[in-house]
């Protein structure tokens, strides 16, 4: 064999070597390329799905709540708690528990909603900031449904105290015989 051909020969099978080298490179990286994008779908399925669990978790809980909320009802009927504290009585509980001095505690008209009856008071009383801030808190937090329907925040004289005013109604869902 001549070094003529011998050179064509080696550089013949140098090439169909690199040539199937490439080729088994690209098939290769064919294969990873794909497998990266099975890899990304699947992240891309399961970030949905921990979506759509969190939330059926979330209406899970909410179901819960309402649940708990609607425990003691029947049919239409309120449930009616076993003791309801009279409203002047958690009032006054609320002003003790905030430290806030009565001055004036009045009852004004009640009215029929629904299945509730509507007492409208009318409270002055005085405090710091926030004792009357920790008295609407209690109020918020309390065990009966109420809402205020106007107040204001005024400073006393000669007195680093406030005088609040406020107009609030407590719903009472007790029936009338």
Avoid: C, H
């Avoid at 809980?61 to 009616?80: C, N, P, Q, T, V």
């Avoid at 076993?82 to 528990?97: E, N």
């Avoid at 629904?114 to 309390?142: C, H, M, P, V």
Wanted: proline share 2%; aromatic share 8%; charged share 25%.
């Amino acid at each position: 064999m001549t070094l003529q051909k011998w050179k064509k020969r080696a550089g013949l099978t140098i090439g169909t070597a690199v040539l199937l080298l490439l080729l088994g490179l690209v098939i290769d990286l064919g294969a990873v390329n794909r497998q990266l994008g099975e890899y990304e779908d699947l992240k891309v399925q399961r970030e949905q799905l921990r979506r759509q669990l969190t939330k059926i978790e979330n209406q899970s809980a909410y179901e819960d709540r309402l649940a708990g909320y609607f425990a003691g009802m029947k049919g239409d009927s309120l449930a009616i708690p076993a003791k309801l504290v009279d409203p002047i009585d958690f009032l006054a509980g609320g002003l003790r528990k905030s430290n806030l001095k009565r001055l004036e505690l009045r009852t004004e008209k009640s009215s029929q909603t629904g299945q509730l009856t509507r007492n409208r008071y009318f409270l002055r009383a005085n405090g710091s900031y926030n004792q009357i801030i920790d008295f609407f808190k209690w109020l918020e937090r309390g065990g009966q449904l109420s809402t205020i329907d106007a107040f204001s925040i005024e400073p006393i004289i000669d007195s680093s105290d406030l005088e609040l005013r406020l107009n609030l109604s407590i719903y009472d869902p007790r029936m009338e015989s």
